[in-house]
């Protein structure tokens, strides 16, 4: 082949690359991937990544929000390489959370602990609500969550937010992969 071939071919490749990853990013040393339509896939942005100092963690965030009553993100948590065990991250998880359910007043909340596709899983949902206290009042929109532990040392989390909830929320669960990102040997 000659090399005026290859360098067209690879000019090829390389404008046809986006194309074939539409749907992939990458989250700290993650790969995250999933089939949503449109606004949402052309609305997503990557957050700067955040250090957790309680968790000794990194969180990576990739937000899909195509106007402002609606917004969905996946997060990745990793943990460092001593990591925390599955079970005991779900059951601290879920007391957590619990806990800060019925601190902020929220009515509706539904939750289960499940295996989502093999992985220790919380599942979570509430309604649109305002929660009057005396310290004021809050507006929630209706919410849907899955947080599951990929591994001992990574925390993949899924929230859908809206309220009608026009989301594609199911299709991203239906869909998401997260798998350890390539490392270059360059």
């Not at 090829?12 to 690359?17: G, I, K, N």
């Not at 949402?40 to 990576?60: I, K, R």
Request: glycine residues 8%.
């Amino acid at each position: 082949m000659s090399c005026r071939i290859k360098y067209i071919t690879m000019i090829t490749f390389l404008a046809l690359l986006p194309l074939v990853c539409a749907g992939t990013y990458t989250l700290g040393s993650h790969q995250v991937s999933f089939n949503i339509s449109e606004p949402y896939n052309s609305s997503a942005e990557v957050a700067l990544p955040t250090f957790v100092p309680e968790g000794d963690s990194w969180m990576y965030n990739l937000e899909m929000m195509p106007d402002d009553d609606h917004l969905i993100k996946i997060t990745v948590i990793e943990f460092p390489s001593n990591g925390v065990s599955s079970g005991d991250w779900l059951k601290k998880f879920e007391n957590g959370h619990l806990k800060d359910m019925q601190e902020w007043g929220i009515g509706g909340h539904k939750y289960s602990t499940m295996d989502f596709k093999g992985y220790p899983a919380y599942q979570e949902s509430f309604p649109t609500q305002i929660v009057s206290t005396t310290k004021g009042s809050a507006q929630y929109p209706t919410s849907h969550a899955l947080t599951y532990a990929l591994d001992e040392k990574t925390v993949v989390a899924i929230v859908a937010i809206g309220n009608d909830l026009e989301t594609p929320y199911q299709d991203i669960i239906d869909t998401i992969e997260v798998i350890g990102a390539p490392v270059s040997m360059g």
